[in-house]
């Protein structure tokens, strides 16, 4: 590409569109190699200059430097992993595998710069004599403990093998999480009207539109995504059906072809393990949780392990009933992993009269996204205002601005709420731009991607109660990029403890199973009719039904997560093997499947964000169930000051404490573990 194309690129510009939204309708996939290698370069430069800068070290000339340096890069790649993850192609993915090892290489090379780390060294020794407030010197903190951390004390012979460790590790993670995308996209179950027993209407016509989709006119197709999946093996009456489905899921990243994860598994935790041994840790597990609210392997563990105990046995339990109900019924068989979800959705019928098939049609998702938005409206004044003239990636993209109480611009929110085959499975938030001061009173772009089944043509799209709960805890995320209130980049928004960064977002879903949010926005699609009260009870009353199953699913993958990051020397790992035997070493129930088995627990492998990490969502779920106590002590869930100390410490503070410290800040005190296993009916 000539100077001119570079020039002209519009990944390079500064926007002029309305909020700087990304001028989506001018990028083109052949825009971001040139763009982001243009990039790189350019904060290579920058980061030369500050690291040969001739004057003395100051925080300005070497901190502040740091933080304003890299804009095009931040920008650029911002755009490319956010269409990655939400809207990809062949194009783009091969653009991913050739920069994984570049960004990486350029992000080490920073890290590992001596002369640029001299300088923060230096300033931060002289610390207590520099005339900081205490967000600077927070961000001088974290700047030295991030550069100790990725090997900049470090030997020259051991620089260089982390240089080479980020590189591999970077290009594996992202074939990694290109092989369970390809099993997702390329598996599909085609079916006839007499495969459909079961199957409730909304779940019919969004196997129907997927058959369209797909090439199978006038056919069914169940697939991979969790939309697709998980309500087809809740109310599949064929189990020969169910078995296909779950097996698929369950498999996918082991087909033993090209798409086959197990190598990278093993190769990823090798180069974890022997990464943290350059940096003086006992195991990857040490070193990740050195820096976390929990501090040691042992308490993450000790956690789970408190946990896992009333869980398993709860889940036994469960187990027995859904037998007996199998049984009942004329089933000749064992309750099996792919029976689970159809049996007790059945039990929770017969014992709350309440299926997801009468609840559903109460949760619009129209509604359920103007519910989050009304409970930030009450708690933090927040106002959402729809604005189709922006520019959207993709058209089921939908956009709104953000005012607060006093009509001042926030940011801009995206969601983008419906499965396809170019995205990947979950639910996550990001961003397009973050939250600063610095460079100016700069206003977040934050976007929420979830995979929900979208309806046919004229039907209003409906949740499940765990899809709505799901869109209430990536909304709290969402809530904590908008509502970010600091001055430097480094500590904005979600860049928080990994143990940290799930409460404010697991808090936020406490407000969804409030009557004073279902009486308002669960109206009935059809005749506009409040959820009837009864029901609302019903929901309460069922809302500890099956935890046994969903603790266990969840602290299982937790456990091996972390066992299989304690490991201090690793040689020809066997993925399938470990599995096995730790699921054995804790009892795990034979009909219960890890909630994300190795080969696609992308959480985990796809980057290390999650890796040694995935512990995080209970350590984070003890906060969260003991911080809404605080609005039920004071008698209002949408209390004022409650609500303004939970925005201040929580939500608008970023990484400006530490979580400890801006948890009591909010609380008053240290959190009680006790909450949560009330919460989940464990206690």
Do not use: C
């Not at 009468?358 to 708690?379: G, S």
């Amino acid at each position: 590409m000539t100077s001119h194309d570079i020039a002209t690129n519009p990944l390079l510009e500064t926007w002029d569109t309305p909020f700087g939204m990304p001028p989506f309708d001018r990028i083109r996939t052949a825009h971001f190699a040139p763009a982001l290698k243009a990039a790189l370069a350019a904060h290579d430069a920058e980061i030369a200059a500050i690291a040969g800068n001739p004057e003395p070290p100051t925080f300005a000339n070497t901190i502040a430097a740091l933080e304003l340096s890299g804009r095009a890069l931040r920008q650029a790649a911002a755009v490319f992993y956010n269409l990655a993850g939400a809207d990809t192609n062949d194009e783009l993915q091969a653009v991913e595998r050739e920069l994984a090892p570049l960004m990486a290489r350029h992000r080490t090379a920073m890290f590992l710069n001596e002369d640029l780390f001299r300088r923060i060294d230096r300033l931060a020794a002289d610390a207590g004599s520099l005339d900081l407030d205490a967000e600077a010197r927070r961000v001088l903190e974290r700047y030295h403990l991030a550069f100790t951390r990725n090997g900049a004390a470090l030997p020259e012979a051991s620089k260089a093998r982390l240089r080479k460790i980020a590189e591999r590790l970077a290009s594996l993670g992202t074939q990694f999480a290109q092989n369970v995308l390809a099993d997702e996209k390329s598996w599909e179950m085609v079916l006839d009207e007499a495969d459909l027993a079961g199957l409730p209407d909304e779940l019919r016509s969004a196997a129907a539109q997927a058959a369209g989709e797909r090439g199978h006119p006038g056919r069914y197709v169940i697939t991979l995504s969790r939309s697709s999946i998980e309500p087809f093996l809740q109310y599949s009456a064929r189990r020969d059906l169910r078995e296909q489905a779950f097996r698929a899921w369950t498999g996918r990243g082991e087909s033993g072809g090209e798409t086959d994860n197990r190598a990278i598994i093993a190769e990823m935790v090798a180069l974890r393990a022997e990464r943290a041994k350059l940096l003086g840790y006992n195991s990857f597990a040490h070193f990740r949780l050195a820096d976390s609210m929990a501090g040691t392997p042992e308490a993450a563990l000790d956690l789970l392990r408190t946990v896992w105990t009333p869980a398993r046995a709860r889940a036994e339990a469960e187990q027995a009933r859904l037998q007996a109900l199998a049984t009942a019924e004329g089933g000749n068989f064992e309750i099996a992993a792919w029976d689970w979800r159809y049996y007790a959705e059945k039990l929770r019928a017969a014992e709350f009269d309440l299926d997801e098939g009468r609840l559903k049609p109460y949760l619009q998702l129209d509604k359920v996204i103007e519910a989050a938005f009304h409970t930030a409206n009450r708690l933090f004044g927040l106002s959402f205002t729809e604005r189709p003239d922006l520019p959207r990636y993709h058209p089921d993209v939908r956009v709104w601005e953000v005012r607060d109480a006093d009509g001042g611009h926030v940011g801009l929110f995206l969601g983008d709420y419906f499965a396809r085959p170019s995205k990947r499975s979950g639910a996550w938030m990001s961003g397009f731009r973050g939250q600063e001061k610095l460079a100016g009173d700069i206003r977040p772009i934050i976007v929420n991607v979830m995979n929900f089944a979208k309806a046919g043509d004229g039907q209003p799209t409906l949740l499940s109660f765990d899809d709505a709960r799901t869109l209430f805890h990536e909304f709290g995320h969402a809530l904590h990029g908008l509502m970010s209130d600091v001055t430097y980049p480094l500590l904005a928004g979600t860049n928080v403890s990994r143990d940290f960064v799930e409460f404010p977002s697991q808090l936020y879903e406490h407000w969804l199973e409030r009557p004073e949010i279902l009486e308002r926005f669960a109206v009935h699609y059809r005749s506009g009719e409040p959820m009837p009260a009864q029901m609302l009870e019903r929901l309460k009353a069922a809302r500890t039904f099956n935890q046994g199953f969903a603790t266990v699913e969840y602290v299982a993958s937790a456990l091996v997560d972390m066992e299989l990051h304690l490991l201090g020397e690793v040689s020809g790992l066997d993925i399938g093997r470990f599995e096995t035997e730790s699921l054995a070493r804790i009892g795990m129930p034979k009909a219960i499947v890890m909630r994300h088995r190795p080969p696609h627990f992308a959480h985990i492998f796809s980057g290390d964000g999650y890796a040694a990490g995935y512990y995080s969502y209970m350590w984070s779920e003890v906060l969260d169930a003991d911080g809404f106590r605080a609005f039920e002590e004071a008698g209002d869930v949408f209390d004022p000051a409650t609500a303004r100390r939970l925005r201040d410490h929580v939500y608008a503070a970023g990484f400006r404490k530490e979580p400890a410290e801006a948890y009591r800040a909010f609380r008053g005190r240290a959190p009680s573990p006790q909450a949560l296993l009330e919460k989940r009916g464990l206690a």
